[in-house]
């Protein structure tokens, strides 16, 4: 798989012992996440007695250095077994270790669950999320919701927000166990995740030790484990119906397929990108002409957009997410390309004596807008390229995982999880170019696919140390840095795309 390639003995201690250093790691964050986590006014003086003495405002400093260290070394961990795991039960019973400890540990690096519970409550209630915000619900549970999202709609699909509302109904009122219940379908999306991944890079032709490390990348990194177990982000739904519509498609059962997607997307409306690649991977067989594909393809995108359209009319609540897209790039940072353009610009304007704000505003604005329309067109691209490489299930899927990675850095703002968006489907379509079987075959081709993976992997890593464990973003005060350094690597990526496109005409006009 296109994973680091370090050997064994580079790094010291069995499998067993990492995996018992893992979940060590993992026991500690569960621990002293009452301390310093996204802990709700009315229980933080109570639920962890052995910190409180040293809880602030803020949380106690204690729980968030061992937070901080704890990362560290499940981190380290992880990174130590991306060779040692060369099963898929390996990978699903690491998994369940380092996981367990999780599903009973305060909200780490993000307070959005609570959100979805009040949600829920004001959903359950007879209010409209998507026309008002949670502030003027009757319930304690406001006081727990971040004061960002306490007059902002809900940006998400109504098959999610009939879940919080039935966690809400279920609960009787207690935030914790809405919490819990919360957790657990973020749990059991994982788990879809861990049985699934693997099996996906199965059915694209890697063997069981790339299949493996496909789930090791996939499903078992330490972002996704804090973000989706611990933070309960409802991304773990959506990405989990992301990969098993793709493992249904690739079976070619695309009934099956089309109603996960769907479903997936009446979630986060993401998910709606990977449809068309989705289609093709079912639509595509040996021998049928691209008219016959093409055709198929775009029935079957049909075919998912009416069961989306479905779904969401017998939700009863329509589609009045539809005009709350925007409200994540309420509190946006520099980790977002346009944003970080627009920042940039108005300290150009600055320096030239300018309304720097004003103009940080209004081009950020604008180059949103074109964000949009680089998005258009990559989308575009990258469905022609997958159609022209529609033999190679791995290729439809690598283009599919691109296309929802290409959607979460060109939105207006870009928070750590959304990696984990297109990071399964890109830790299964590059598993089939693993050249460990036969290192013989060591083409540039998959030479590449390695580095991608190695990229892939260390940015999962960076993005896990990216917010405080109460949910502060550390880009809010880095943005000095950070913002010159995203422009700065855009205008490389869009350098190398240039130069990919142009080598690819070349090589056609010859």
Same mark, same amino acid.
């Given at each position: 798989?296109?994973?680091?390639?370090?050997?064994?003995?580079?790094?010291? !201690?069995?499998?067993?012992?990492?995996?018992?250093?893992?979940?060590?790691?993992?026991?500690?964050?569960?621990?002293?996440?009452?301390?310093?986590?996204?802990?709700?006014?009315?229980?933080?003086?109570?639920?962890?007695?052995?910190?409180?003495?040293?809880?602030?405002?803020?949380?106690?400093?204690?729980?968030?250095?061992?937070?901080? $260290?704890?990362?560290?070394?499940?981190?380290?961990?992880?990174?130590?077994?991306?060779?040692?795991?060369?099963?898929?039960?390996?990978?699903?019973?690491?998994?369940?270790?380092?996981?367990?400890?999780?599903?009973?540990?305060?909200? $780490? *690096?993000?307070?959005?669950?609570?959100?979805?519970?009040?949600?829920?409550? +004001?959903?359950?209630? /007879?209010?409209?999320?998507?026309?008002?915000?949670?502030?003027?619900?009757?319930?304690?549970?406001?006081?727990?919701?971040?004061?960002?999202?306490?007059?902002?709609?809900?940006?998400?699909?109504?098959?999610?927000?009939?879940?919080?509302?039935?966690?809400?109904?279920?609960?009787?009122?207690?935030?914790?166990?809405?919490?819990?219940?919360?957790?657990?379908?973020?749990?059991?999306?994982?788990?879809?995740?861990?049985?699934?991944?693997?099996?996906?890079?199965?059915?694209?032709?890697?063997?069981?030790?790339?299949?493996?490390? %496909?789930?090791?990348?996939?499903?078992?990194?330490?972002? =996704?484990?804090?973000? $989706?177990?611990?933070?309960?982000?409802?991304?773990?739904?959506? &990405?989990? =119906?992301?990969?098993?519509?793709?493992?249904?498609?690739?079976?070619?059962?695309?009934?099956?397929?089309?109603?996960?997607?769907?479903?997936?997307?009446?979630?986060? %409306?993401?998910?709606?990108?990977?449809?068309?690649?989705?289609?093709?991977?079912?639509?595509?067989?040996? /021998?049928?002409?691209?008219?016959?594909?093409?055709?198929?393809?775009?029935? =079957?995108?049909?075919?998912?957009?009416?069961? *989306?359209?479905?779904?969401?009319? &017998?939700?009863?609540?329509? *589609?009045?997410?539809?005009?709350?897209?925007?409200?994540?790039?309420?509190?946006?940072?520099?980790?977002?390309?346009?944003?970080?353009?627009?920042?940039?610009?108005?300290?150009?304007?600055? %320096?030239?004596?300018?309304?720097?704000?004003?103009?940080?505003?209004?081009?950020?604005? +604008?180059?949103?807008?074109?964000?949009?329309?680089?998005?258009?067109?990559?989308?575009?691209?990258? *469905?022609?390229?997958?159609?022209?490489?529609?033999?190679?299930?791995?290729?439809?899927?690598?283009?599919?995982?691109?296309?929802?990675?290409?959607? &979460?850095?060109?939105?207006?703002?870009?928070?750590?999880?959304? $990696?984990?968006?297109?990071?399964?489907?890109?830790?299964?379509?590059?598993?089939?170019?693993?050249? /460990?079987?036969?290192?013989?075959?060591?083409? /540039?081709?998959?030479?590449?696919?390695?580095?991608? !993976?190695?990229?892939?992997?260390?940015?999962?890593?960076?993005?896990?140390?990216?917010?405080?464990?109460? =949910?502060?973003?550390?880009?809010?005060?880095?943005?000095?840095?950070?913002?010159?350094?995203?422009?700065?690597?855009?205008?490389?990526?869009?350098?190398?795309? %240039?130069?990919?496109?142009?080598?690819?005409?070349?090589?056609?006009?010859?």
């Amino acid at each position: 798989m296109a994973l680091p390639q370090l050997r064994p003995s580079q790094v010291g !201690g069995s499998t067993r012992t990492w995996r018992a250093t893992g979940t060590a790691a993992s026991l500690v964050l569960a621990a002293a996440s009452w301390g310093c986590a996204a802990v709700p006014h009315e229980y933080s003086p109570v639920v962890w007695p052995g910190l409180v003495p040293w809880r602030a405002e803020g949380g106690s400093n204690l729980a968030a250095l061992l937070v901080v $260290l704890a990362t560290a070394v499940l981190l380290y961990a992880w990174w130590a077994l991306r060779d040692r795991l060369d099963t898929a039960r390996a990978v699903r019973v690491t998994t369940a270790w380092w996981g367990a400890p999780l599903v009973l540990s305060a909200p $780490l *690096f993000s307070r959005d669950v609570w959100s979805y519970a009040a949600q829920g409550l +004001l959903l359950h209630t /007879g209010g409209d999320p998507y026309t008002q915000g949670v502030r003027g619900l009757p319930s304690p549970w406001v006081e727990s919701v971040a004061r960002t999202w306490l007059d902002t709609p809900a940006p998400y699909g109504p098959v999610f927000l009939d879940l919080a509302r039935a966690v809400a109904a279920l609960s009787g009122g207690h935030l914790l166990l809405a919490l819990l219940l919360l957790r657990l379908l973020a749990v059991a999306a994982v788990a879809v995740l861990v049985l699934a991944v693997p099996a996906l890079a199965a059915r694209l032709g890697a063997g069981p030790a790339a299949a493996a490390r %496909a789930g090791w990348l996939g499903a078992l990194a330490p972002l =996704g484990l804090t973000h $989706l177990v611990s933070g309960a982000h409802n991304d773990a739904l959506m &990405a989990a =119906g992301l990969v098993l519509a793709a493992l249904l498609a690739a079976d070619r059962r695309w009934l099956g397929a089309l109603v996960v997607v769907a479903l997936a997307a009446a979630v986060k %409306a993401p998910a709606a990108v990977a449809v068309p690649f989705l289609a093709l991977l079912w639509a595509a067989a040996p /021998g049928r002409s691209t008219a016959a594909v093409v055709g198929r393809t775009v029935a =079957g995108s049909l075919a998912a957009a009416a069961v *989306f359209a479905l779904v969401s009319l &017998a939700s009863g609540l329509g *589609f009045g997410w539809v005009r709350a897209l925007s409200t994540p790039g309420l509190a946006s940072t520099w980790l977002s390309v346009p944003t970080a353009w627009g920042t940039v610009a108005g300290w150009v304007a600055s %320096a030239a004596g300018g309304d720097g704000a004003a103009v940080a505003d209004r081009a950020t604005a +604008l180059l949103r807008l074109i964000a949009y329309g680089v998005l258009a067109v990559l989308l575009v691209v990258l *469905f022609v390229q997958a159609l022209h490489h529609r033999d190679d299930r791995a290729a439809v899927l690598r283009r599919a995982g691109w296309a929802v990675l290409a959607v &979460a850095l060109l939105s207006g703002s870009f928070y750590p999880w959304y $990696l984990l968006w297109a990071l399964p489907l890109l830790a299964a379509a590059l598993a089939p170019g693993d050249p /460990g079987r036969d290192t013989r075959r060591d083409t /540039g081709r998959e030479a590449a696919g390695r580095r991608t !993976g190695t990229g892939l992997a260390l940015l999962a890593a960076a993005l896990s140390v990216a917010v405080l464990p109460g =949910g502060y973003s550390l880009a809010y005060s880095t943005t000095s840095v950070g913002a010159p350094l995203m422009v700065l690597l855009s205008l490389v990526l869009l350098a190398l795309v %240039a130069r990919t496109a142009a080598r690819h005409v070349r090589s056609r006009v010859r």
